[in-house]
């Protein structure tokens, strides 16, 4: 499933050919509402993150991008329970203070290349199930609260 705002880039005739061909059902977000945009979502949060920076740093707002994406990236979200990060990789970010506390490599003991790569597609499936089982009671909260 590919979900995209209303902008012209996402309703080309080339993004619907690849969409048909490739088999994703392609869906749109409401204009003018986003909480139905998650990016909208990220980019608010970012905003916020950037925010945080000082003046001199603010001024070169740009280099901090990719390093507050990275932090957002391995922090653990509320609703899934899980890292973006570990959501992609199937696995812990491993950063810089994990080496300057000696935590020890977490290794998956694999034999060989497809083992591995059984055992990856096996952790990010269940990632997947239990973060999106952890998002539906999340957003059942969040509708008994906003019915009350």
């Known amino acids: 499933r590919l979900h995209t705002d209303q902008g012209p880039d996402f309703e080309s005739k080339l ?3 690849l969409c048909q061909f490739s088999g994703i059902v ?3 977000t409401t204009p003018y509402h986003p909480r139905g945009n998650p ?3 990220f980019n608010r949060t970012l905003l916020n993150m950037l925010g945080t920076l000082e003046r001199k ?3 070169r707002w740009k280099d901090y991008v990719k390093p507050l994406v990275h932090a957002y990236n391995c922090t653990r979200n509320d609703v899934t329970g899980f890292t973006p990060y570990e959501l992609m ?3 812990s970010p491993r ?3 994990d080496l300057a506390f000696g935590l020890p490599v977490r290794e998956h003991q694999t034999t060989s290349h497809s083992q591995y790569v059984e055992d990856l597609r096996s952790r990010l499936e269940e990632s997947f199930q239990l973060a999106l089982k952890n998002a539906v009671k999340s ?3 969040n509708k008994a609260r906003f019915d009350q």
């Open 15 to 17: 993004i619907k050919e």
């Open 26 to 28: 392609k869906t749109r």
């Open 39 to 41: 990016v909208e979502r």
């Open 57 to 59: 740093q603010k001024a």
């Open 89 to 91: 990789f199937g696995r």
């Open 95 to 97: 950063l810089p203070v």
């Open 139 to 141: 957003g059942e909260r």
